[in-house]
T-cell receptor
Framework: DVKVTQSSRYLVKRTGEKVFLECVQD?????MFWYRQDPGLGLRLIYF???????EKGDIPEGYSVSREKKERFSLILESASTNQTSMYLC??????????????FGPGTRLTVT | AQKITQTQPGMFVQEKEAVTLDCTYD???????LFWYKQPSSGEMIFLIY??????QNATEGRYSLNFQKARKSANLVISASQLGDSAMYFC?????????????FGIGTKLQVIP
C-alpha cells in the first residue's frame, strides 16, 4: 500500500514564526505536490516537484517555499506565518510511467492554525 | 481563467438512483489527464477514476463512469445506483504539461448527499 505521511495532523503557530510541514512517501514516486484546502475554494496547488531538487510554482506560491533534497521527502516552508495561511495542507505524490503521471496519493493533511 | 470548473456546489440524489456530477476543463495541451476524487467527511482523498485525453473509450470503474466529451471539454462523473456511503465531496482534477512538468489542478468540488 502506498503511504504518504505528514509530520503533524494539527499545528498551531504564531504570526511571524517559520513553519515547516514535512511530507514523506514510501513508493518511490517521482512527483510530489503541496495543496491547501479551504472551504468553497477546493484544493489549490502551492508547489510541486517532479524530481529531487526540482520544484515548480503552482497557483498560489506566495508566502511559501519548498525543499526536496531526497526523493521521498517534500517539505513546505512558511517563511513568516500569517493568519491568512490558516488552512488544511495536503501533500500528495504520484508515479510517472512512460512520461505520464497518474493518480495522486494523498496524506492525511495538516490543519494549521496561525494566531 | 479557471482550469477546472465544477458548477454544482451541492447535489442531492435518492438512494439507488444515478447521479451526474459536472466538470468542464480548459487546456491548450493535446496530452492531458482527468481525474475524479472523493473526499468523505473523514477528510481522506480517494481516487475514483482516470481518463487520458487520447483514450477513446470512456473510463469505468465499478459504479463510476466518466462521460468524456473532448470537443465540449467536459468530463462528467456518473455514479450509478447511489449508496449512502457515496455522500461526500467530489473533486475533478486535470493533469497537464509535458515531461517532468506535469501540473495537477483541482476544481472547487461538489458536495453530494444521498437521501435514503
Amino acid at each position: 500500500d502506498v503511504k504518504v505521511t505528514q509530520s503533524s495532523r494539527y499545528l498551531v503557530k504564531r504570526t511571524g514564526e517559520k513553519v515547516f510541514l514535512e511530507c514523506v512517501q514510501d513508493m518511490d514516486h517521482e512527483n510530489m505536490f503541496w495543496y491547501r484546502q479551504d472551504p468553497g475554494l477546493g484544493l489549490r496547488l502551492i508547489y510541486f516537484s517532479y524530481d529531487v531538487k526540482m520544484k515548480e510554482k503552482g497557483d498560489i506560491p506566495e508566502g511559501y517555499s519548498v525543499s526536496r533534497e531526497k526523493k521521498e521527502r517534500f517539505s513546505l516552508i512558511l517563511e513568516s506565518a500569517s493568519t491568512n495561511q490558516t488552512s488544511m495542507y495536503l501533500c500528495a505524490s504520484s508515479p510517472r510511467v512512460a512520461g505520464i503521471s497518474y493518480e495522486q496519493y494523498f496524506g492525511p493533511g495538516t490543519r494549521l492554525t496561525v494566531t | 481563467a479557471q482550469k477546472i470548473t465544477q458548477t454544482q456546489p451541492g447535489m442531492f440524489v435518492q438512494e439507488k438512483e444515478a447521479v451526474t456530477l459536472d466538470c468542464t476543463y480548459d487546456t491548450s495541451d493535446q496530452s492531458y489527464g482527468l481525474f475524479w476524487y472523493k473526499q468523505p467527511s473523514s477528510g481522506e482523498m480517494i481516487f475514483l477514476i482516470y481518463q487520458g485525453s487520447y483514450d477513446e473509450q470512456n473510463a469505468t470503474e465499478g459504479r463510476y463512469s466518466l462521460n468524456f466529451q473532448k470537443a465540449r471539454k467536459s468530463a462528467n462523473l456518473v455514479i450509478s445506483a447511489s449508496q449512502l456511503g457515496d455522500s461526500a465531496m467530489y473533486f475533478c482534477a486535470m493533469r497537464e504539461g509535458r515531461g517532468g512538468y506535469q501540473k495537477v489542478t483541482f476544481g472547487i468540488g461538489t458536495k453530494l448527499q444521498v437521501i435514503p
